[in-house]
């Protein structure tokens, strides 16, 4: 059985940092494609960033010098630092996985606001 659980969502303030963790179980995580998307109300679900096997990484622009993805394949778990938050990156956020097919976390709440 496939599991993603996703932690570290909050409320922070602008301008402050939170760190999402998504640990996976079920699949070979070493090889998996991992994303972080989010979904705001009344919005499209977005990739926000993503990391390849290989560690390569790439970000939507919004997101660029303020977040980092990484992920420890030891812990089969995939992590989102969050620096320098905006009100816009409300949202929930849901961790994925792609090896042979897509997977998905519950999501959780991040809301940065003052």
């Known amino acids: 059985q496939v599991q993603l659980v996703e932690s570290g969502g909050g409320l922070v303030q602008p301008g402050g940092s939170l760190t999402l963790s998504c640990a996976a179980s079920g699949i070979n995580f070493s090889i998996a494609f991992m994303g972080w998307y989010r979904q705001a109300p009344g919005k499209q679900r977005e990739l926000v960033a993503s990391i390849t096997r290989g560690g390569t990484t790439n970000y939507i622009e919004s997101v660029k010098g303020r977040f980092t993805i990484s992920r420890d394949n030891a812990k089969s778990t995939v992590y989102l630092q969050m620096n320098s938050m905006k009100p816009e990156d409300t949202a929930v956020y849901y961790c994925?996985?792609?090896?042979?097919?897509?997977?998905w976390g519950q999501g959780t709440q991040v809301t940065v606001s003052s």
């Open positions: 994925n996985a792609a090896v042979l097919r897509s997977y």
